[in-house]
């Protein structure tokens, strides 16, 4: 199994209590051990195909069926478009292909309770994988999730805790269970999840081969894009691929502290925004997001909420019913300047999540 590492001090994480934080100097984990792209024959299907290369060697892999998606082609005027469906996940959102391996690494370990903060889709894959096996979730919600998100929570037997306020306070509550109640199996801090994500760069190649494109996604915390960039760096280890895509994160004007700290610009104020899969204020992941965007010469961009809107509908009108979050990247295309090379867009979402 993969061990994470303080990024500072370098520690080991104890995982036998998995904690968000260095317990010696309170920095974040990572892998820093860069895995290798799974080149051998895989039989299995979904994510169960890449479970060495997770350090997962066990034969019994804790699954939903996650992975293997659709990378549904379309257009945008004359340019060349692909949604990788990350919506078609088992709990709906690409939140599983993280899930699946950190319930495995909790399970592995004799974990049995955990507890969580998330805007919904987070939450929701966790207490899905957590249901799976057999581990009790708690999960601090913003009191205004959209309540398809909190009902979908419920339902698969996790105790949901609605927090008043902006998102950030059901973070601060959670921290305050951490330990205590369970592992703080947290899809932003502990960096396991990003080994899932990888496999989204894995997919589209295997599908797409070796060609020049941009790959467009939301960005929150900074690991979904981060977990991609770093599949495509395994990819390119493994002798698979000549050159990096063109890699584009795209928040919400309301709510877009990436997008400041990429372009040293200061943001006053911060709105509210229907994409509230990324209405995150301080990511966790952000500097290392940006450091590989710059090394790679991409750029991180911000839409209006009457761009966003138009897009969800416009999506909604092409038969590809996504939750808003999702319609940033369709939303960022249109604004795009590379419009002479196909487009990637991780559609992360299912619409049925998102009640007005």
């Not at 957590?130 to 009902?151: C, D, H, L, W």
């Not at 997919?203 to 960005?219: A, C, H, K, N, R």
């Amino acid at each position: 199994m993969h061990i994470p590492v303080c990024v500072d001090c370098k520690t080991p994480m104890p995982m036998e209590i998995m904690p968000h934080r260095c317990p010696e100097c309170s920095g974040i984990y990572d892998l820093l051990a860069i895995p290798y792209y799974p080149s051998e024959k895989m039989e299995a299907r979904g994510l169960m195909r890449y479970r060495a290369y997770m350090g997962l060697t066990s034969q019994s892999f804790i699954t939903l069926g996650e992975g293997q998606t659709p990378l549904l082609e379309d257009h945008l005027q004359k340019r060349q478009v692909f949604h990788k469906m990350e919506c078609m996940n088992p709990t709906g959102s690409y939140k599983d292909r993280g899930s699946v391996v950190l319930v495995n690494y909790l399970h592995a370990y004799g974990h049995l309770a955990v507890v969580e903060d998330s805007s919904g889709n987070a939450g929701a894959s966790l207490a899905g994988y957590a249901a799976r096996a057999g581990i009790s979730a708690r999960i601090f919600v913003p009191e205004n999730t959209s309540g398809a998100k909190k009902e979908q929570i419920e339902n698969y037997g996790a105790e949901i805790i609605p927090i008043p306020g902006p998102r950030e306070n059901a973070a601060a509550a959670v921290f305050q269970a951490a330990g205590r109640d369970g592992v703080y199996a947290s899809h932003a801090y502990l960096p396991f999840g990003m080994l899932g994500i990888a496999t989204i760069a894995f997919e589209i190649y295997e599908t797409m081969g070796d060609i020049d494109f941009e790959l467009i996604s939301p960005v929150g915390h900074g690991s979904l894009l981060l977990g991609i960039i770093r599949g495509f760096e395994y990819l390119k280890t493994a002798g698979l691929i000549k050159s990096f895509p063109h890699f584009t994160g795209i928040q919400a004007e309301a709510c877009a502290p990436a997008y400041h700290q990429f372009n040293h610009t200061y943001q006053q104020d911060r709105g509210s925004t229907i994409a509230e899969g990324v209405r995150v204020t301080t990511p966790v992941r952000g500097e290392a997001l940006i450091e590989k965007i710059r090394l790679y010469n991409g750029m991180i961009r911000t839409v209006t909420e009457d761009e966003l809107l138009m897009a969800y509908m416009e999506l909604a009108r092409r038969g590809i019913h996504v939750e808003p979050t999702s319609a940033l990247t369709w939303a960022g295309c249109k604004k795009s300047s590379l419009r002479n090379i196909p487009a990637v867009l991780i559609q992360t979402g299912a619409g049925l999540k998102y009640h007005k």
